[in-house]
Protein backbone atom coordinates (compact mmCIF):
# COMPACT_ATOMS: atom_id res chain seq x y z
CA UNK A 1 0.00 0.00 0.00
CA UNK A 2 1.24 3.35 -1.11
CA UNK A 3 -0.31 6.31 0.29
CA UNK A 4 -0.49 10.26 -0.38
CA UNK A 5 -2.05 13.36 1.09
CA UNK A 6 -3.15 15.20 -2.00
CA UNK A 7 -4.82 18.02 0.17
CA UNK A 8 -5.93 18.69 3.49
CA UNK A 9 -9.09 16.50 2.79
CA UNK A 10 -7.79 13.82 0.48
CA UNK A 11 -5.17 10.90 0.50
CA UNK A 12 -5.18 8.70 -2.30
CA UNK A 13 -3.89 4.89 -1.69
CA UNK A 14 -2.49 2.84 -4.39
CA UNK A 15 -2.96 -1.13 -4.63
CA UNK A 16 -6.25 -1.75 -2.41
CA UNK A 17 -9.64 -2.52 -2.62
CA UNK A 18 -12.57 -2.94 -0.59
CA UNK A 19 -11.89 -5.39 1.79
CA UNK A 20 -9.01 -3.17 3.32
CA UNK A 21 -10.38 -0.30 2.65
CA UNK A 22 -13.49 -0.29 4.30
CA UNK A 23 -12.16 -2.16 7.30
CA UNK A 24 -9.87 0.63 8.07
CA UNK A 25 -12.78 3.26 7.51
CA UNK A 26 -14.51 1.24 10.16
CA UNK A 27 -11.57 1.51 12.58
CA UNK A 28 -10.97 4.95 12.10
CA UNK A 29 -14.95 5.78 12.77
CA UNK A 30 -15.10 3.79 15.79
CA UNK A 31 -11.68 4.14 17.47
CA UNK A 32 -10.10 7.34 16.71
CA UNK A 33 -9.83 8.92 20.14
CA UNK A 34 -7.36 11.91 19.26
CA UNK A 35 -9.74 13.96 16.71
CA UNK A 36 -13.14 13.40 16.37
CA UNK A 37 -14.02 12.82 13.05
CA UNK A 38 -17.09 13.86 11.01
CA UNK A 39 -16.82 12.22 7.42
CA UNK A 40 -14.72 9.04 6.82
CA UNK A 41 -14.95 7.40 3.51
CA UNK A 42 -13.29 6.26 0.12
CA UNK A 43 -14.20 6.03 -3.51
CA UNK A 44 -12.47 3.43 -5.93
CA UNK A 45 -13.20 5.71 -9.13
CA UNK A 46 -12.94 2.96 -11.63
CA UNK A 47 -12.53 -0.18 -10.80
CA UNK A 48 -9.69 -0.75 -13.49
CA UNK A 49 -7.76 1.13 -11.83
CA UNK A 50 -5.53 0.21 -8.74
CA UNK A 51 -6.04 3.63 -6.61
CA UNK A 52 -9.02 4.66 -4.53
CA UNK A 53 -9.00 8.26 -2.56
CA UNK A 54 -9.69 8.37 0.80
CA UNK A 55 -11.39 11.51 2.11
CA UNK A 56 -11.65 12.31 5.79
CA UNK A 57 -12.89 15.66 7.40
CA UNK A 58 -12.34 16.42 11.18
CA UNK A 59 -14.96 18.24 13.67
CA UNK A 60 -12.17 21.00 14.52
CA UNK A 61 -11.10 22.50 11.23
CA UNK A 62 -7.88 24.03 12.93
CA UNK A 63 -6.35 20.67 12.24
CA UNK A 64 -7.41 19.65 9.05
CA UNK A 65 -4.03 19.54 7.52
CA UNK A 66 -1.98 16.92 5.54
CA UNK A 67 0.04 15.56 8.34
CA UNK A 68 -3.37 15.23 10.55
CA UNK A 69 -5.26 13.27 8.19
CA UNK A 70 -2.02 10.93 7.47
CA UNK A 71 -1.84 10.46 11.05
CA UNK A 72 -5.57 9.57 11.65
CA UNK A 73 -5.36 6.89 8.65
CA UNK A 74 -2.17 5.29 10.18
CA UNK A 75 -4.09 5.22 13.54
CA UNK A 76 -6.86 3.90 11.32
CA UNK A 77 -4.54 1.58 9.87
CA UNK A 78 -2.86 0.51 13.35
CA UNK A 79 -6.71 -0.12 14.62
CA UNK A 80 -7.67 -2.28 11.95
CA UNK A 81 -4.31 -4.88 12.62
CA UNK A 82 -5.07 -5.33 16.40
CA UNK A 83 -8.84 -6.25 15.83
CA UNK A 84 -7.57 -8.55 13.10
CA UNK A 85 -5.16 -9.95 15.02
CA UNK A 86 -7.28 -10.36 18.36
CA UNK A 87 -9.96 -12.59 16.01
CA UNK A 88 -7.07 -14.59 14.73
CA UNK A 89 -6.17 -15.47 18.33
CA UNK A 90 -10.39 -16.46 18.52
CA UNK A 91 -10.35 -19.21 15.71
Known amino acids: MRVQALDEY ?3 VLGEKHTLLNLIRWSI ?8 IELVGYTIPHPMEDRAIVKIQL ?3 QY ?3 QEIM ?4 RGIE ?3 EVVSRIDCLV
Open 59 to 61: QNE
Open 64 to 66: QTK
Open 79 to 81: TAL
Open 29 to 36: CEFEKTRK
Open 71 to 74: EVLI
Open 10 to 12: TIE
